[in-house]
C-alpha cells in the first residue's frame, strides 16, 4: 500500500516510476472533461413569469420583514415612552435601518453576490471556493474547471486580488477559520428558523387580548402553539404550493397595514413625517443616552427577516425578489412604521401593543385575522431559507446526511426537509412556551440577525476583491459602512443577551458543534483514505483475475475517492473468495457549484490494461442537484460506460498509441450512438457524433517508435463488439453495490477532545444519520457492505 495524500497537478518534481505507473494505468480525467464540456445557459424568465414569481415570493420571502410592525415599537420601549420627541428619534432610525439594510445592502449588494440564483452563507462560500484554493475536502481537479457551471474569475498576478487569494490559501488554519465563519453565520440562520415563527405568531395571536383585556396569556401561548403545528405540519406540500397559498394573504396585509398607515398619519399627527431627517436620530441618542442605545435592540426587529430574503433565493430569482421589495414591501413598511408613530405621538401609553390600537374598530377584527396569518406567512420566509442554507451546508460535507425532498418539478431550489422541519417546530414550541413574552424572544431574535448580518459583511468583502474585482476603496467602503451600522446594533444586543439574547446562542453553538464536528470527521475520512489508496503495482501483480475467481456480473464499488484505488476494495478482494468480472469504481462528488448540466454529470475511464475490465466512475453533482432513483443512475453510468468502450476502440483504430485523447462536438443535431442489448438496439445517454478524423486527437505515445495510423479499423470494431456485449452480458447476469461501512475511532494517543469529537459526538452523528444505501436508494438485495475500522 502506498501512504501518498494525493497528486499534486501543477508541481515539476519528479514522482518515481511508482507514480509514474500509477499515472499511466490510471489517468486523470482531463480528456474526459473536455470532451464533455458543453454550453450551458441559466433559463431566462418572461415578464409575465417574472410577476408571478415577484407575487409569489410575498408568501415565501417577505413574511418575516413584513410582520416586525406587530412588534417593533414595543421591543424599543419596553418600559414606556417618556418623550413624544423619542417616537420621532425611533422611527427617523427605523426608516433609515431599512433603507441602509435590507434596500441599499441586501436588494440591491448581496442579492448581487448569488451563486446563479442561490443565495446564503454557504452560496457565498462556494463562490469564493471556485476563485481560491479554501476548501477543506482536498478532492478538488482541475477537470472540475472546465465545467460550464463552474464560473471564476481570473486576475492579475500581482493584483490585491490575487494578494488576497494567496493571503487565504497559505495556511490552513485561515481556511479553517473562514469555514467556522460561514458554519456560524449558519447556526444563527438556524436559530432565525426558531426563534422568528416563535415572535411572530406569539405577537399575531397576543391581539385577542386588546379585546378581551382579562384573558390569561396562558390562552395565548396555547393558541401561538396550535398554529405553529399547523404551521410546521404544512411544509410537506412545498413552497410552490405555500407559496400560492400565502402570496394572496402577504399582498393583502401589505396593503392595509400601508393603507392603515396613511389613516393614522392624516387623523393622529403628520408631523411624524420629519422623522425621514437624520437629525433626529442625533437627539434621540444624545436625550436618551445609554437608554437610546440599548433601545436598538428593539430597532433592529424592524430588519429581521432580511438575511432570510438573501437565504431564498434558491426559490425565486434575484429580479423577482428585487421587483417585489422596492414596488411593494419597502414603501408600505415606511408607511405602516410611520403611522403607528403618528398614533403613539397623541396615545404614548398604548406603546405595549400599539399596532393594534392604531386599527380603526371597524376593521379590528379583518385585520386580526390577517395579521395571524401574516405571522404564519413570517415563519415560512425562514423556515424556506432553514431548509436551502442546510441543503448547502450537506453538499459541502458539513451536515449530517438528512432527507431531502424536493417539491418542485420546476425549480430545484425548492425543497422540504422532513427531519430538520419537526426539529425546528419543537425548537419552536419549546421556546413560544418557555419565555411566554415576545420582549425576551424579541432580544433573542436581534442577536441571531445581527450576528448573521455580520457573517454576510465579511464574506461579502471577500467576494468584492476576489469575485467582482472591485477596487479596494469601493471594497473599504461597504466594508466600514456595513460594520459600522452593524456593529452598532450588535453592541447594544450585547446587553439584552441576560434578557433571552443567549437563546440564539446557545442554539447556535449546538448546531456549530455538530456542523464542525462532523465536517472535522469526514475530512479525517478522507484523508485516511487518501494515504491508504492501493498502488497499480500490487493490483498487477494479482494478475487480471486479481486472484481470485471472476464471477459474471458487475460490481459498482463506491468510494469517496476521485482518482486511485480505494483501501476498501483490497480489504474486500483479501477477505472473499471471489469478485465480479467487472468492476467500477464510483465516485460522488459535490462540487462548489450549484448544478451540473446532466451531459457533463459522469466522466468514466479504464483502471489498468482491459483485460483487467477495471473502470472508474465519477458522478459530479452541485449543491441544488438531487439524486435521481437508483434505477436512472445506474442506467445513465452503464450509458456512459458503454459510450466510453466504443470510443476507446475508435481511438485504436486510428492509432496505436497507448494513451489517448477523446474529443468531439456536441450538437443539438448529432446522432445518437446505438448499443446493443440483449438483441434490441438502445440510445446512450449522450449525444455524441465523431464521424471525422479531426474529432479523435491522438496525444504523443511514451513508448519508443512513431505513432502512426493503422488500418485495422476492423479489428478495433470487433474488439469493440466483443467488449460490449461481455459488458451487457456482465450487467445483465447482476450489478452488486459494494458500500464500505466504515467505523472511525480516534487513535490512542489523541487529544481527549478530539475523542469525545470522534468517538462519541462523530459516531453518534453516523449511527442517526441516513445510510448511503439509502441516499442511492440501493435495493436491500443488491448490496453488499464491506466493514473496516479507520484510526484517525
Given at each position: 500500500m502506498?501512504s501518498?495524500?494525493g497528486?499534486?497537478?501543477?508541481s515539476?518534481e519528479?514522482k518515481?516510476?511508482?507514480?509514474d505507473?500509477d499515472?499511466k494505468?490510471?489517468?486523470p480525467?482531463?480528456?474526459e472533461a473536455?470532451?464533455?464540456?458543453?454550453m450551458?445557459?441559466?433559463?431566462?424568465?418572461?415578464?409575465l413569469l417574472?410577476l408571478?414569481?415577484?407575487f409569489?415570493?410575498?408568501?415565501v420571502?417577505?413574511g418575516d420583514?413584513?410582520?416586525?410592525?406587530?412588534?417593533v415599537?414595543y421591543?424599543?420601549?419596553?418600559?414606556g415612552?417618556?418623550?413624544?420627541?423619542?417616537?420621532i428619534?425611533?422611527l427617523s432610525?427605523?426608516?433609515?435601518?431599512?433603507t441602509l439594510?435590507p434596500?441599499l445592502k441586501?436588494?440591491?449588494i448581496?442579492?448581487?453576490?448569488n451563486?446563479?440564483?442561490?443565495?446564503g452563507?454557504f452560496a457565498?462560500?462556494?463562490?469564493?471556493?471556485r476563485?481560491a484554493?479554501?476548501?477543506?475536502i482536498?478532492?478538488?481537479h482541475?477537470?472540475?474547471e472546465e465545467?460550464?457551471t463552474y464560473s471564476?474569475s481570473?486576475?492579475?498576478?500581482?493584483?490585491?486580488a490575487?494578494k488576497?487569494?494567496?493571503w487565504?490559501e497559505?495556511?490552513?488554519?485561515?481556511?479553517n477559520?473562514?469555514?467556522?465563519?460561514?458554519?456560524?453565520?449558519t447556526?444563527?440562520?438556524?436559530?432565525?428558523g426558531?426563534?422568528t415563527?416563535?415572535?411572530?405568531v406569539?405577537?399575531a395571536?397576543?391581539?385577542?387580548?386588546?379585546d378581551h383585556?382579562?384573558?390569561s396569556?396562558?390562552?395565548?401561548?396555547?393558541?401561538a402553539v396550535?398554529?405553529l403545528?399547523g404551521?410546521?405540519?404544512?411544509?410537506?406540500?412545498?413552497?410552490d404550493r405555500?407559496?400560492?397559498?400565502?402570496?394572496?394573504v402577504?399582498?393583502l396585509?401589505?396593503?392595509?397595514?400601508?393603507g392603515?398607515?396613511i389613516?393614522?398619519?392624516?387623523?393622529y399627527?403628520?408631523?411624524v413625517?420629519?422623522?425621514?431627517?437624520?437629525?433626529?436620530?442625533?437627539r434621540y441618542?444624545?436625550?436618551?443616552?445609554?437608554?437610546g442605545?440599548?433601545?436598538l435592540?428593539?430597532?433592529?426587529?424592524?430588519?429581521?427577516g432580511?438575511?432570510?430574503?438573501?437565504?431564498?433565493?434558491?426559490?425565486?430569482?434575484?429580479?423577482?425578489?428585487?421587483l417585489?421589495?422596492t414596488?411593494?414591501v419597502?414603501p408600505?413598511?415606511?408607511l405602516?412604521?410611520t403611522?403607528?408613530a403618528?398614533y403613539?405621538?397623541q396615545n404614548k401609553?398604548?406603546?405595549?401593543?400599539a399596532?393594534?390600537r392604531?386599527i380603526p374598530?371597524?376593521i379590528?377584527?379583518?385585520?386580526?385575522?390577517i395579521?395571524t396569518?401574516a405571522?404564519?406567512v413570517?415563519?415560512?420566509?425562514t423556515?424556506?431559507?432553514?431548509?436551502?442554507?442546510?441543503?448547502?451546508?450537506l453538499?459541502?460535507g458539513?451536515?449530517?446526511?438528512?432527507?431531502?425532498?424536493?417539491?418542485?418539478?420546476?425549480?430545484?431550489?425548492?425543497i422540504?426537509i422532513?427531519?430538520?422541519?419537526?426539529?425546528?417546530m419543537?425548537?419552536?414550541?419549546a421556546v413560544?412556551?418557555?419565555?411566554?413574552?415576545q420582549?425576551?424572544i424579541g432580544n433573542?431574535?436581534?442577536t441571531?440577525?445581527?450576528i448573521v448580518?455580520?457573517?454576510t459583511?465579511f464574506?461579502?468583502t471577500l467576494i468584492?476583491?476576489?469575485?467582482w474585482?472591485c477596487?479596494?476603496?469601493?471594497?473599504l467602503?461597504?466594508?466600514?459602512?456595513?460594520?459600522?451600522?452593524e456593529?452598532t446594533?450588535f453592541?447594544?444586543v450585547?446587553f439584552?443577551?441576560d434578557?433571552?439574547?443567549?437563546?440564539?446562542?446557545?442554539?447556535a453553538?449546538?448546531?456549530l458543534v455538530?456542523?464542525y464536528v462532523w465536517h472535522?470527521?469526514?475530512?479525517?475520512r478522507y484523508?485516511?483514505e487518501m494515504?491508504?489508496k492501493?498502488?497499480m503495482?500490487?493490483?498487477?501483480?494479482?494478475?487480471p483475475s486479481?486472484?481470485?475467481?471472476?464471477v459474471?456480473?458487475?460490481?459498482?464499488?463506491y468510494t469517496?475517492?476521485?482518482s486511485?484505488?480505494?483501501?476498501?476494495?483490497?480489504h474486500?478482494?483479501t477477505?472473499?473468495p471471489a469478485?465480479?468480472?467487472v468492476v467500477?469504481?464510483?465516485?460522488v462528488?459535490?462540487?462548489?457549484v450549484?448544478?451540473?448540466?446532466e451531459?457533463?454529470?459522469?466522466?468514466v475511464?479504464?483502471?489498468?490494461?482491459?483485460?483487467?475490465?477495471?473502470?472508474r466512475?465519477?458522478?459530479?453533482?452541485?449543491?441544488k442537484d438531487l439524486?435521481?432513483?437508483?434505477e436512472?443512475?445506474?442506467?445513465k453510468l452503464?450509458?456512459?460506460?458503454?459510450?466510453?468502450?466504443?470510443?476507446?476502440?475508435?481511438?485504436?483504430?486510428?492509432?496505436?498509441s497507448?494513451e489517448?485523447?477523446l474529443?468531439?462536438?456536441?450538437t443539438?443535431n448529432s446522432?445518437d450512438?446505438?448499443?446493443?442489448?440483449?438483441?434490441?438496439l438502445?440510445?446512450?445517454?449522450?449525444?455524441?457524433?465523431?464521424?471525422t478524423?479531426?474529432?479523435?486527437?491522438?496525444?504523443?505515445?511514451?513508448n519508443?517508435g512513431?505513432s502512426?495510423v493503422t488500418?485495422?479499423g476492423?479489428?478495433?470494431?470487433q474488439a469493440?463488439?466483443?467488449?460490449m456485449?461481455?459488458?451487457?452480458?456482465?450487467?445483465?447476469?447482476?450489478?452488486?453495490?459494494?458500500l464500505?461501512?466504515?467505523?472511525?475511532?480516534a487513535?490512542?494517543?489523541s487529544r481527549?477532545?478530539?475523542?469525545i469529537a470522534?468517538?462519541?459526538?462523530?459516531?453518534?452523528l453516523?449511527?442517526i444519520?441516513?445510510e448511503n444505501?439509502v441516499?442511492?436508494?440501493?435495493?436491500?438485495e443488491s448490496?453488499?457492505?464491506v466493514?473496516?475500522?479507520?484510526?484517525?
Amino acid at each position: 500500500m502506498t501512504s501518498r495524500m494525493g497528486i499534486d497537478e501543477d508541481s515539476g518534481e519528479t514522482k518515481g516510476g511508482m507514480w509514474d505507473l500509477d499515472q499511466k494505468l490510471d489517468q486523470p480525467m482531463d480528456e474526459e472533461a473536455g470532451r464533455l464540456k458543453n454550453m450551458y445557459r441559466e433559463k431566462k424568465f418572461s415578464a409575465l413569469l417574472l410577476l408571478r414569481l415577484a407575487f409569489q415570493s410575498l408568501g415565501v420571502v417577505y413574511g418575516d420583514l413584513g410582520t416586525s410592525p406587530l412588534y417593533v415599537f414595543y421591543n424599543t420601549f419596553p418600559h414606556g415612552i417618556d418623550d413624544t420627541e423619542d417616537v420621532i428619534g425611533a422611527l427617523s432610525l427605523i426608516i433609515y435601518s431599512l433603507t441602509l439594510i435590507p434596500l441599499l445592502k441586501y436588494v440591491f449588494i448581496v442579492c448581487r453576490a448569488n451563486d446563479n440564483g442561490q443565495g446564503g452563507t454557504f452560496a457565498l462560500y462556494s463562490l469564493l471556493c471556485r476563485h481560491a484554493k479554501i476548501k477543506t475536502i482536498p478532492n478538488q481537479h482541475r477537470t472540475d474547471e472546465e465545467l460550464t457551471t463552474y464560473s471564476r474569475s481570473t486576475f492579475h498576478e500581482h493584483s490585491f486580488a490575487a494578494k488576497t487569494k494567496r493571503w487565504l490559501e497559505a495556511y490552513p488554519f485561515r481556511k479553517n477559520s473562514l469555514l467556522i465563519l460561514v458554519v456560524i453565520g449558519t447556526c444563527t440562520v438556524i436559530g432565525d428558523g426558531i426563534l422568528t415563527p416563535a415572535i411572530s405568531v406569539l405577537s399575531a395571536s397576543g391581539g385577542i387580548k386588546v379585546d378581551h383585556p382579562k384573558m390569561s396569556n396562558d390562552v395565548v401561548v396555547v393558541v401561538a402553539v396550535i398554529i405553529l403545528v399547523g404551521l410546521f405540519s404544512l411544509q410537506h406540500y412545498g413552497t410552490d404550493r405555500v407559496g400560492w397559498l400565502f402570496a394572496p394573504v402577504v399582498l393583502l396585509w401589505f396593503l392595509l397595514v400601508g393603507g392603515i398607515g396613511i389613516f393614522n398619519i392624516w387623523k393622529y399627527d403628520s408631523s411624524v413625517l420629519r422623522a425621514f431627517s437624520p437629525v433626529y436620530i442625533y437627539r434621540y441618542f444624545r436625550r436618551r443616552k445609554m437608554e437610546g442605545w440599548t433601545s436598538l435592540g428593539g430597532i433592529m426587529l424592524s430588519i429581521t427577516g432580511t438575511e432570510a430574503l438573501f437565504a431564498d433565493l434558491a426559490h425565486f430569482p434575484v429580479s423577482a425578489i428585487q421587483l417585489a421589495f422596492t414596488v411593494i414591501v419597502f414603501p408600505c413598511l415606511l408607511l405602516t412604521y410611520t403611522g403607528q408613530a403618528a398614533y403613539l405621538m397623541q396615545n404614548k401609553e398604548h406603546v405595549v401593543d400599539a399596532f393594534y390600537r392604531s386599527i380603526p374598530d371597524s376593521i379590528y377584527w379583518p385585520v386580526f385575522v390577517i395579521a395571524t396569518l401574516a405571522a404564519i406567512v413570517a415563519s415560512q420566509a425562514t423556515i424556506s431559507a432553514t431548509f436551502s442554507i442546510i441543503k448547502q451546508a450537506l453538499a459541502h460535507g458539513c451536515f449530517p446526511r438528512v432527507k431531502v425532498v424536493h417539491t418542485s418539478k420546476k425549480f430545484l431550489g425548492q425543497i422540504y426537509i422532513p427531519d430538520i422541519n419537526w426539529i425546528l417546530m419543537v425548537l419552536c414550541i419549546a421556546v413560544t412556551a418557555g419565555f411566554r413574552n415576545q420582549s425576551q424572544i424579541g432580544n433573542a431574535y436581534g442577536t441571531a440577525v445581527v450576528i448573521v448580518m455580520l457573517v454576510t459583511t465579511f464574506l461579502m468583502t471577500l467576494i468584492m476583491l476576489l469575485v467582482w474585482r472591485c477596487h479596494w476603496v469601493l471594497v473599504l467602503l461597504f466594508t466600514v459602512l456595513s460594520l459600522v451600522v452593524e456593529c452598532t446594533y450588535f453592541s447594544a444586543v450585547l446587553f439584552k443577551v441576560d434578557q433571552g439574547g443567549w437563546v440564539p446562542l446557545v442554539i447556535a453553538a449546538a448546531f456549530l458543534v455538530i456542523m464542525y464536528v462532523w465536517h472535522y470527521g469526514t475530512v479525517k475520512r478522507y484523508e485516511f483514505e487518501m494515504h491508504s489508496k492501493v498502488s497499480m503495482a500490487w493490483i498487477l501483480g494479482l494478475g487480471p483475475s486479481l486472484g481470485l475467481v471472476r464471477v459474471p456480473g458487475i460490481g459498482l464499488v463506491y468510494t469517496e475517492l476521485a482518482s486511485g484505488v480505494p483501501h476498501i476494495f483490497s480489504h474486500f478482494i483479501t477477505n472473499l473468495p471471489a469478485v465480479h468480472s467487472v468492476v467500477v469504481f464510483v465516485c460522488v462528488k459535490y462540487l462548489p457549484v450549484y448544478t451540473v448540466p446532466e451531459d457533463e454529470r459522469f466522466l468514466v475511464k479504464r483502471i489498468g490494461p482491459k483485460n483487467f475490465h477495471m473502470f472508474r466512475c465519477v458522478a459530479r453533482y452541485g449543491y441544488k442537484d438531487l439524486h435521481k432513483k437508483d434505477e436512472e443512475f445506474e442506467k445513465k453510468l452503464f450509458d456512459n460506460l458503454f459510450l466510453f468502450v466504443r470510443l476507446e476502440n475508435m481511438m485504436e483504430g486510428c492509432s496505436d498509441s497507448d494513451e489517448y485523447s477523446l474529443y468531439g462536438q456536441q450538437t443539438q443535431n448529432s446522432a445518437d450512438y446505438l448499443l446493443r442489448n440483449n438483441g434490441n438496439l438502445t440510445t446512450a445517454n449522450n449525444d455524441f457524433t465523431c464521424s471525422t478524423v479531426d474529432s479523435i486527437i491522438p496525444v504523443k505515445s511514451t513508448n519508443q517508435g512513431n505513432s502512426t495510423v493503422t488500418s485495422s479499423g476492423r479489428e478495433s470494431s470487433q474488439a469493440e463488439v466483443d467488449e460490449m456485449e461481455f459488458l451487457i452480458r456482465c450487467r445483465d447476469a447482476g450489478v452488486v453495490h459494494i458500500l464500505g461501512n466504515t467505523i472511525v475511532r480516534a487513535r490512542r494517543d489523541s487529544r481527549f477532545y478530539k475523542k469525545i469529537a470522534i468517538d462519541y459526538i462523530y459516531a453518534f452523528l453516523r449511527k442517526i444519520c441516513r445510510e448511503n444505501s439509502v441516499i442511492f436508494n440501493v435495493p436491500h438485495e443488491s448490496l453488499l457492505n464491506v466493514g473496516q475500522i479507520f484510526y484517525v
